[in-house]
């Protein structure tokens, strides 16, 4: 794995529709893996707890126009981002977003899986039947960006499993999985219950069965 380098950084306020309102520390990056333009968000006492060695709490985000931008409900990633956001200013970590729209094949694609789910097909055989893997994903400039921050422990923010077993192929020492709140909704059930069921998934034992 190539090193990167830190590119730009600068202090951004973020506020979210609810109200909810932070800093973060924006730092852009030279030499990423992919070429894509990639970001980490720096939160909280985050200096303070790498001054310490401490593990920081870390949230790999996959970029999701329709549901970070535009609030769509049909997945859980405009809640995961705002609860990360809120729960790592709080603790002292940083949120990575990851321009991997679409499990990593593209908003364009994305919006035809949607056309697919709409016939009756889960979010991973749409992607299966447009000729793409059921998850693209690789974390390998997320463990870049870390390296770059001179971060090597991470407490990680999420439910899914390859997130931690890609990561720590690439060097970076996990001490723990922090799960994600279920955001569950009647028009997201379906989309939970598929990636519980193909991604290993932490989820709540009693709503999926329902």
């Known amino acids: 794995m190539d090193d990167a380098t830190i590119r730009t950084q600068v202090s951004v306020p ?5 109200g909810y309102a932070t800093t973060a520390e924006v730092f852009s990056f030279h030499g990423l893996a992919d070429g894509r333009e990639h970001i980490a968000l720096g939160l909280g006492d985050w200096r303070g707890r790498l001054a310490r060695d401490e593990a920081l709490l870390v949230r790999p985000h996959s970029e999701c126009l329709t549901g970070d931008v535009f609030g769509s409900e049909r997945c859980d990633c405009g809640p995961q981002l705002r609860e990360a956001v809120e729960r790592i200013s709080g603790a002292g970590g940083l949120v990575l977003y990851l321009r991997q729209e679409g499990r990593g094949i593209g908003l364009y ?3 035809d899986a949607y056309a697919l789910q709409d016939t009756g097909m889960d979010t991973y055989e749409a992607n299966l039947a447009l000729g793409h893997g059921e998850d693209e994903r690789d974390y390998t400039v997320a463990a870049q960006m870390l390296a770059a921050l001179g971060v090597r422990r991470i407490a990680l923010l999420s439910n899914n499993p390859d997130k931690e077993e890609q990561l720590t192929s690439l060097g970076v020492t996990v001490t723990k ?14 989309y939970l219950a598929a990636k519980a069921r193909h991604a290993r998934r932490t989820v709540e034992p ?3 069965a329902s």
């Open 14 to 18: 973020l506020r979210f529709p609810d």
């Open 109 to 111: 694609a994305k919006l």
């Open 177 to 190: 999985r922090v799960a994600t709140r279920l955001h569950l909704s009647p028009a997201n059930a379906g």
């Open 206 to 208: 009693d709503w999926l």
